[in-house]
Protein backbone atom coordinates (compact mmCIF):
# COMPACT_ATOMS: atom_id res chain seq x y z
CA UNK A 1 0.00 0.00 0.00
CA UNK A 2 2.83 2.52 0.61
CA UNK A 3 4.56 1.63 -2.54
CA UNK A 4 1.33 2.34 -4.46
CA UNK A 5 0.92 5.71 -2.23
CA UNK A 6 4.73 6.59 -3.46
CA UNK A 7 3.92 5.64 -7.30
CA UNK A 8 0.40 7.72 -7.29
CA UNK A 9 2.41 10.86 -5.69
CA UNK A 10 5.39 10.47 -8.19
CA UNK A 11 3.33 10.20 -10.88
CA UNK A 12 0.75 12.87 -9.92
CA UNK A 13 3.46 15.37 -9.43
CA UNK A 14 4.58 14.71 -12.96
CA UNK A 15 1.27 14.77 -14.72
CA UNK A 16 1.93 18.56 -15.71
CA UNK A 17 4.58 17.19 -18.24
CA UNK A 18 3.02 14.17 -19.34
CA UNK A 19 0.97 15.81 -22.67
CA UNK A 20 3.80 17.87 -23.58
CA UNK A 21 6.25 15.09 -23.64
CA UNK A 22 6.39 13.93 -26.76
CA UNK A 23 5.85 9.94 -25.53
CA UNK A 24 8.12 8.89 -29.62
CA UNK A 25 11.49 11.03 -28.84
CA UNK A 26 10.80 12.64 -25.39
CA UNK A 27 10.66 16.34 -26.30
CA UNK A 28 9.17 18.71 -24.38
CA UNK A 29 7.10 21.56 -25.81
CA UNK A 30 7.59 24.35 -23.88
CA UNK A 31 3.97 25.76 -24.06
CA UNK A 32 1.61 24.07 -25.40
CA UNK A 33 -2.62 25.67 -24.94
CA UNK A 34 -4.70 23.49 -23.09
CA UNK A 35 -6.99 24.02 -26.40
CA UNK A 36 -4.94 22.12 -28.74
CA UNK A 37 -5.27 18.52 -28.29
CA UNK A 38 -3.18 17.12 -31.16
CA UNK A 39 0.03 18.57 -32.17
CA UNK A 40 3.22 17.51 -34.08
CA UNK A 41 6.74 17.27 -32.09
CA UNK A 42 8.94 19.26 -33.90
CA UNK A 43 11.97 17.30 -33.49
CA UNK A 44 10.57 13.60 -34.95
CA UNK A 45 7.32 14.69 -36.48
CA UNK A 46 5.23 12.65 -34.63
CA UNK A 47 1.44 13.74 -34.84
CA UNK A 48 0.13 13.25 -31.45
CA UNK A 49 -2.91 13.17 -29.49
CA UNK A 50 -2.80 14.97 -26.04
CA UNK A 51 -4.68 12.54 -23.90
CA UNK A 52 -3.32 9.23 -26.16
CA UNK A 53 0.22 10.98 -25.72
CA UNK A 54 -0.43 11.63 -21.85
CA UNK A 55 -1.87 8.06 -21.62
CA UNK A 56 1.64 6.36 -23.22
CA UNK A 57 4.18 8.63 -21.02
CA UNK A 58 2.23 7.72 -17.89
CA UNK A 59 2.53 4.10 -18.84
CA UNK A 60 6.12 3.99 -19.54
CA UNK A 61 6.73 6.34 -16.43
CA UNK A 62 4.83 3.72 -14.69
CA UNK A 63 6.83 0.61 -15.67
CA UNK A 64 9.90 2.40 -15.03
CA UNK A 65 9.04 3.06 -11.10
CA UNK A 66 7.68 -0.46 -10.84
CA UNK A 67 11.34 -2.00 -12.25
CA UNK A 68 13.21 0.58 -10.26
CA UNK A 69 11.20 -0.80 -7.17
CA UNK A 70 12.11 -4.00 -7.62
CA UNK A 71 8.91 -5.64 -9.59
CA UNK A 72 8.84 -7.18 -12.29
CA UNK A 73 7.00 -5.56 -15.63
CA UNK A 74 6.49 -8.44 -18.20
CA UNK A 75 8.09 -7.25 -21.64
CA UNK A 76 5.38 -6.89 -23.60
CA UNK A 77 4.11 -4.27 -20.77
CA UNK A 78 1.22 -7.11 -19.76
CA UNK A 79 -0.79 -6.24 -23.52
CA UNK A 80 -0.65 -10.17 -23.81
CA UNK A 81 -4.03 -12.11 -22.96
CA UNK A 82 -3.52 -15.11 -21.17
CA UNK A 83 -3.13 -18.61 -23.43
CA UNK A 84 -5.85 -19.56 -21.11
CA UNK A 85 -9.40 -19.10 -22.88
CA UNK A 86 -12.55 -19.74 -20.97
CA UNK A 87 -14.26 -22.96 -21.39
CA UNK A 88 -18.30 -22.68 -21.82
CA UNK A 89 -19.94 -25.09 -18.69
ZN1 LIG B 1 9.02 13.61 -30.89
Known amino acids: MILLRKLSTNLTSLQSNKSVTCSCCGHKMESLPLSVRKWTCPVCS ?7 N ?12 LRAEGLSVPANGGLRQSGHKPVAA
Do not use: C, P, T
Open 54 to 65: AAINFRQQGMIK
Open 46 to 52: AGLDRDV
